[in-house]
T-cell receptor, first 112, second 116 residues
Framework: ETGVTQSPTHLIKTRGQQVTLRCSSQ?????VSWYQQALGQGPQFIFQ???????GRGNFPPRFSGLQFPNYSSELNVNALELDDSALYLC???????????FGDGTRLSIL | AQSVTQLDSQVPVFEEAPVELRCNYS??????LFWYVQYPNQGLQLLLK??????LVKGINGFEAEFNKSQTSFHLRKPSVHISDTAEYFC??????????????FGKGTHLIIQP
């Protein structure tokens, strides 16, 4: 059974740039959720995708957007990067929007 | 609105001693409860979950937790810790209904430090 994989592992960007983070869900899982974990904090829910549609969204601005593909992999896109976007971005997958969610190792994004 | 409070930001414990990490939650709806562990530079690993049934839940690596609805708590325990248990521990809740559309709500984490 293949777990959740995320790429890249680390990324450095500058303010105002755009970034795309990628996630492959665990084998058989059709639901992907994205979380932002700032340093020293717990993860915060960004949004969830189920069968290629956004299924729910946390308190994040529209410059955070996503996609889910037919193979259930997903992308997180962030436009107009700000310094506060520096964080670990975690992807989690599950089956049919059910619990529990299984997490990948994350992408560490640094904004200079 | 939902919230999770982890009462201790840091817990130092000697090796082979017992430990309890405290978690209290608040929610206007029924919830599922989880404990995740995060080792340095890694993602979150599920330790255990409470979905329904017995209020005492056993997880991986010898951890267990007890769901107490009247006290809205879900404390994590281990009878004897090992150096390898040094990590950040997160308590989280997910709403009973809604299919995860609201995501998990996490506490701020407790850093468990095992001293030799």
């Amino acid at each position: 059974e293949t777990g959740v994989t995320q790429s890249p592992t680390h990324l450095i960007k500058t303010r105002g740039q755009q970034v795309t983070l990628r996630c492959s869900s665990q084998s058989g899982h059709n639901t992907v959720s994205w979380y932002q974990q700032a340093l020293g904090q717990g993860p915060q829910f960004i949004f969830q995708y189920y069968r290629e549609e956004e299924n729910g969204r946390g308190n994040f601005p529209p410059r955070f957007s996503g996609l889910q593909f037919p193979n259930y992999s997903s992308e997180l896109n962030v436009n107009a990067l700000e310094l506060d976007d520096s964080a670990l971005y975690l992807c989690a997958s599950s089956l049919d929007r059910d619990w529990p969610q299984h997490f990948g190792d994350g992408t560490r994004l640094s904004i200079l | 609105a939902q919230s999770v409070t982890q009462l201790d930001s840091q817990v130092p414990v000697f090796e082979e001693a017992p430990v309890e990490l405290r978690c209290n939650y608040s929610s206007s709806v029924s919830v599922y409860l989880f404990w995740y562990v995060q080792y340095p530079n890694q993602g979150l690993q599920l330790l255990l979950k409470y979905l329904s049934g017995s209020t005492l839940v056993k997880g991986i690596n010898g951890f267990e937790a007890e769901f107490n609805k009247s006290q809205t708590s879900f404390h994590l325990r281990k009878p004897s810790v090992h150096i390898s248990d040094t990590a950040e521990y997160f308590c989280a809740l997910g709403p009973y209904s809604g299919g995860g559309a609201d995501g998990l709500t996490f506490g701020k984490g407790t850093h468990l430090i095992i001293q030799p």
